[in-house]
């Protein structure tokens, strides 16, 4: 009789008590879905034994979309109904087409909704709906290898995703009918594969190049915890950039400097990234287009890629001055993407750091794996070995107050999930309702931030000026998303907004806003001072209105009313000069002209409150 084999606890093959799970890194180029089998993580692949996905769809004007490989092939002579590079386009705006055109051969809809839309035969096509259809084959593959269906995914993102790109990958993981457990930045899941999460402590930098994206952030490990330090990068920049500037290489030496022809430019682009890919193992690489023929050799081609090396190690310069750290106390440096396969990228990595790069795990595969992981305790299967991933927001938030100004309720780089609550009160006497306007940036007034939403908090009591209490809470959970909410204390009444944006900043306009936010903090400052004052002026002059309209009649002369007015008009004067030592002089002025008014309306009212009482009964 056969002994039967019993193995270790947790270590099936595939254990009943387990939750099924995956990782899921949906990327610009090629996406893949991992999961832990046996207590290790690993990358499923198609029938055909393909790990790697490739993320394009092609659309058909009478049956379904195909993906992948199948799609792939169609890239070069139907280029307009062949989507690639979907993923730059997740949470954009039509404002943000004008950064990507360059890069992306499509027909946009002419649509009043701010998602751009793409024109295909069977449709027009968002950039949700694009991913859901790569997020569908992904999880039919899992559940036929695995065998039944799936709890849960962990969908990897950039770190630098903001609210409304985050979003959007949660929308079309929705359309694929997938419960997603969270989104993990794609560099901590890295880490996590590479296992880092295991040692005491240490300052870790994770270097991620993909198709389309660039990403660089510096964690901090302490004791199986990690925390993102910093993050930086470019949702705009990866390998087709690259493959793009071979591409302009060509054309140059071809002789066509300009063309139309969009299949002829993905021809070239498809040689382009063949030839680079070739140059990771050779000296030189063969290139041809039309009747012209040539050779890219090692040295003209670092000569074509530095520019977009050095933007990258702009990146981790600035994310090492965001964590405030140098780089001799950087531990590792994990090289994630399969963009970081280039010798040259390497060597410039390793000589920025000054250290040699982990190169050990496949740099395609390396963020599933990790977030395989992640899925594996957030499904329970190991609830022992919870690892707490913290992460941060790369802007601040805060709300508009009077005079146009932005009060910060959260600043940028501070670990998430995060809730925060602030005070507010109202701006004039018996206003019942409030207009809570939401925005992000580093800037001291509205029109230099970025605006995320705005929603109203109704029945106030209609209390004076300044005795309402408002509390504003703004919680951003694990995934980056933010909720914004307001409740009246003494009423209860609540108000909130989940913050979905249908479109969202490019990482140029980031970048603008964190320089311009340095180069005019002083201007910022003295801008500030001045709509303060200009509000604080503005309630002065209202309020000695609704005095006099109340009851200067009985209580001033036509001489001492003419006095006021005088003042008043000084201060209405000042008020238009925008300058702040002249308004602060008029409304010292004017209050010192008011000092009888003010006394005289004090003991009026006192008169009133004792009108029918006793002193003796105080």
Known sequence: ?????????????????????????????????????????????DLNGQHLLPSVIHYHAD????????????????????????????GRGKNDLKTLLGTLPYVFADTDSMVPRIKTVAGEVSAIEASAEILRVLKQRAEAIL?????????????????????????????????????????????????????????????????????ISILRLNKGVFEVLATGGNSALGGDDFDHVIAEWVLAQAGLTHTDDKDLLRQLSVAARIAKEALSDSAEATLSLGNWQGVLDQATFQQLVEPLVKKTLKSCRRALRDAEISKNEIMDVVMVGGSTRMPYVRRRVGEFFERPPLIDIDPDRVVALG?????????????????????????????????????????????????????????????????IHILQGERDTVETNRSLGKFILRGIPPLSAGVARIKVTFQVD???????????ASTGIKAQIEIKPSYGLTDNEIETMLRESMENAQGDMELRRLREVQVEADRVLEALDAAMQTDADALLDNIEKECLLEARQRLLEARQQDNHDVITNAMKALEKTAEFYVERRMNLSIKTAMSGHNVDEF
Request: net charge negative.
């Open 1 to 45: 009789m056969a002994l039967l084999q019993i193995s270790e606890p947790g270590m099936s093959t595939a254990p009943h008590q387990r939750q099924l799970a995956a990782g899921i890194d949906l990327g610009t180029t090629n996406s893949l879905i991992a999961t832990v089998r046996s207590g290790q993580a690993e990358t499923l692949s």
């Open 63 to 90: 049956k379904a979309p195909v993906v992948g490989h199948d799609a792939y092939q169609y890239m070069a002579n139907d280029s307009e109904n062949t989507l690639s590079s979907v993923k730059r386009l997740l």
């Open 147 to 215: 065998g039944d269906e799936l709890s849960g995914v962990v969908i990897t993102v950039p770190a630098y995703f903001d609210e409304a790109q985050r979003q959007a990958t949660r929308d079309a993981a929705k359309l694929a009918d997938l419960n997603v457990f969270r989104l993990l930045n794609e560099p901590t899941a890295a880490a996590v594969a590479y296992g880092l999460d295991k040692k005491e402590e240490g300052v870790i930098a994770v270097y991620d190049l993909g198709g389309g994206t660039f990403d």
């Open 371 to 435: 977030a395989a992981y992640q899925a594996d305790v957030l499904a329970g299967n190991k609830p022992d070995g919870e690892m707490l991933l913290l992460d941060v927001i790369p802007l601040s938030l805060g709300i508009e107050m009077m005079g146009g100004l932005v009060e910060k309720v959260i600043s940028r780089n501070t670990t998430i999930p995060v809730a925060r609550a602030q005070e507010f009160t109202t701006y004039k006497d018996g206003q019942t309702a409030m207009s």
């Open 478 to 488: 694990a995934d980056g998303l933010l909720n914004v909410s307001a409740e009246e």
